[in-house]
């Protein structure tokens, strides 16, 4: 079955048309990132996802159910960007009250070990920092155990240290077969953790694939190189350059074929040193993806 089914879904406030005849599955026990620009119609999917608004066209299913069905029997959980902590009660009491809103809800314990929250069990909820409340909002949403967990820029406000530790304990969650949709704008996140990538642009579905699927189709590569005060005329006619970036010593060409241009590169007779070949990375392929759309 079908974790997520979107059929000709359709958004529109007044003139404004947010999303476009969204089509889409999501097969349960995968981990699929939400990638777009802002304004792309990333929040509005998720919140017609999760029953908070609803389509102007079209339909959804999680699970088979509707969003409301599926959200009322404790099958959906999320982590979305803001909402406030109750204010006065102890991380370990909002937990504990969350969990009691759910028919079948996860160990109090293991909930507050999965979200790296013990040793702030007993914590007032509003005196935490921006990277720790999330962490309780994570908490929170795994709840009840769901099925399918919705995350919208999870790991925002959260350091470096945080942010990995977030990743790891999330694969640690979806292992079980848990089905996770996240949206993010670290796409270094989205090429990681994710099995599957949708971007979408101006409501529309323009990719989907495998990172790697994603990076491939997008064909281009990067020439890194140290140039140091030497003349860069006629770095942009190399074979396969379609862009020239010059950032004080160093050079980078964007090109479609980074074995030519390397050839060609020599041939020119520049001292060139420090070279760093690499292919397309989710960055690139999401700008070339979304640039003009």
């Known amino acids: 079955m079908n974790a997520i089914a979107f059929t000709g ?44 608004t609803r389509p102007s066209a079209g339909e959804i299913r999680v699970f088979g159910d509707t969003p409301d ?16 902590l109750v ?5 370990r009491e909002v937990v504990s009250f969350v969990r009691g809103l759910y028919p079948d809800p996860m160990p109090l314990e293991e ?8 040793d702030l069990a007993g914590r007032r909820a509003d005196r935490l920092s921006g990277g720790q409340a999330q962490r309780v909002r994570f908490a929170t949403a795994i709840a ?5 967990l919705v995350l919208d820029e999870p790991t925002a406000a959260m350091d470096v240290e945080s942010r990995r530790s977030f990743w790891a304990r999330m694969r640690e969650y ?3 077969g848990r089905t996770v949709l996240f949206a993010t704008h ?47 005329a006629g770095l942009d006619a190399l074979p396969g350059v379609g862009a020239v970036d010059v950032r004080g010593s160093t050079a980078r060409l964007h090109t479609t074929d980074p074995d030519a241009t390397v050839r060609a ?29």
């Open 144 to 148: 009840g155990a769901p099925r399918l």
């Open 186 to 232: 670290y796409l270094e996140e989205a090429d990681e953790n994710a099995d599957r990538v949708i971007v979408i642009a101006r409501g529309r579905v323009v990719a989907d694939g495998t990172p790697q699927e994603i990076k491939a189709a997008v064909g281009t590569g990067t020439v890194r190189f140290t140039i140091g005060d030497q003349p860069t």
């Open 9 to 52: 879904v359709a958004k529109s406030y007044g003139s404004v048309r947010a999303v476009e005849e969204l089509d889409l599955t999501i097969d349960a026990g995968s981990t699929v990132a939400l990638l777009g620009p802002n304004g792309a119609g990333k929040s509005t999917s998720i919140g017609m996802l999760l029953g908070l």
């Open 265 to 293: 590169l020599y041939a020119t007779g520049l001292r060139v040193a420090d070279l760093e070949v690499k292919g397309a990375d989710l960055e690139d392929a999401f700008l070339s993806l979304t640039h003009d759309r």
């Open 174 to 176: 979806a292992a079980s």
């Open 111 to 118: 909930i507050l070990t999965l979200a790296n929250l013990t």
């Open 69 to 84: 069905a599926a959200v009322k029997q404790g099958r959906v959980g999320a982590m979305l960007q803001d909402g406030a």
């Open 87 to 91: 204010p006065g009660m102890t991380v």
